[in-house]
């Protein structure tokens, strides 16, 4: 599975931002499909993942409310709504793709996923 993140860009604190994520050579289907982020020097966070199947999604509490994750069946792409961003959001956001999450709970580790897009730019200027 190669995976494809877009979207990103330069956005003003307070402002919305959406990224995409499209997969080629195969459909999303029994995957689920995470964002995480990363900036200099520090570990990649897990941000939010869904799973292609049933729809469930899953946020670490920091970004419940601010940051949604969905799916377009008919574009085969996962889509990260972003909104009231913050200086703070700042990073590379990158998509990664898990066999595991199928079923069961939805995969929020790097070690769980399998398959990785290069990543887009997210710049939040104050």
């Known amino acids: 599975v190669q995976l494809q993140a877009s979207g990103g860009g330069l956005v003003q604190a307070g402002g919305s931002l959406n990224v995409s994520c499209v997969a080629s050579?195969?459909?999303?289907?029994?995957?689920?499909v995470g964002w995480f982020r990363q900036t200099p020097g520090k570990e990649r966070e897990f941000v939010a993942a869904?799973?292609?199947?049933?729809?469930?999604?899953n946020y670490p509490d920091s970004f419940k409310g601010r940051f949604a994750i969905s799916r377009d069946s008919a574009k085969n792409t996962v889509v990260l709504q972003m909104s009231t961003l913050k200086p703070e959001d700042t990073a590379v956001y990158y998509c990664?793709?898990?066999?595991?999450?199928?079923?069961?709970?939805?995969?929020?580790?790097?070690?769980?996923?399998?398959?990785w897009g290069q990543g887009t730019l997210v710049t939040v200027s104050s």
């Open positions: 990664a793709a898990s066999r595991g999450g199928r079923v069961g709970l939805i995969p929020v580790t790097q070690a769980d996923y399998n398959y």
């Open positions: 050579g195969r459909t999303f289907f029994n995957y689920a």
């Open positions: 869904i799973r292609w199947n049933d729809g469930n999604t």
